[in-house]
């Protein structure tokens, strides 16, 4: 059965949805089988407030850019549709989920619970303890390519975040076909031999092979192969 999961990641005016902070941007990335499948959610929201000096400096957003997009409550019902009730994936989700659940508290809908939140913050603390967790250091362990990442961006962060979350569960394996398959080469011509394929041999040793074997083990001081 085939796994769908959301890599969720958000963009802010501040620290506490309970100080009246609101979300200037929304995204997320769909995995299957936790590999993306390149569909993606973009949103600017307008935050219906003022973007302060310490947030702008974040994800580079201002209060005249964001004017015209929708507000929450207009972005919502794609933005919910998209999710549908896949598993969420989220760095430091405990922030993203508070403001989320702010949001939509304010347009009467039911809340994320934390049980459908897997959490890469926490996966990383408990793979790594007293490592550093953050995303930016997550990629230099991985070697994922961050180079963009000038500032905060939510979509180029769930990018991050899906590779980053594919190494933390241990990364792309051979025997699962993820690793893409090599070229086929063709060998010059004059090059190519003909070989002749030995019959398999029977499972069962030959009396002589036998034989030699136990004239080795009476050579060994105790062998194990008599035990």
């Excluded at 941007?25 to 307008?46: I, K, N």
């Excluded at 990629?139 to 991050?160: E, N």
């Excluded at 029977?202 to 009476?218: M, N, R, T, V, Y």
Aim: proline share 8%.
């Amino acid at each position: 059965m085939t796994l769908r999961e959301i890599v969720l990641d958000t963009e802010t005016t501040g620290l506490e949805p309970a100080e009246g902070h609101r979300i200037v941007e929304v995204a997320a990335v769909e995995l299957l089988d936790h590999l993306p499948t390149g569909r993606t959610f973009q949103s600017y929201l307008d935050p219906e407030r003022d973007v302060p000096e310490e947030a702008r400096r974040v994800h580079g957003l201002t209060r005249e850019f964001l004017q015209g997009f929708p507000t929450f409550a207009e972005a919502a019902e794609e933005f919910l549709g998209f999710l549908g009730d896949s598993p969420l994936v989220i760095h430091n989700a405990s922030f993203d989920l508070k403001f989320l659940n702010a949001e939509l508290a304010r347009i009467g809908r039911d809340p994320f619970p934390s049980s459908r939140v897997i959490d890469t913050l926490a996966l990383a603390q408990r793979r790594f303890p007293g490592a550093p967790a953050s995303l930016d250091a997550l990629c230099r362990r991985f070697g994922v390519d961050a180079s963009a990442r000038t500032v905060h961006g939510a979509l180029l962060d769930c990018q991050l975040l899906a590779e980053v979350y594919l190494h933390l569960l241990g990364g792309r394996q051979v025997e699962l076909g993820l690793r893409p398959k090599a070229s086929v080469v063709t060998a010059p011509p004059g090059l190519v031999t003909e070989r002749t394929g030995r019959r398999p041999r029977p499972h069962a040793p030959s009396p002589e092979e036998e034989a030699a074997h136990a004239a080795l083990l009476d050579k060994l001081a105790d062998p194990i192969w008599r035990h």
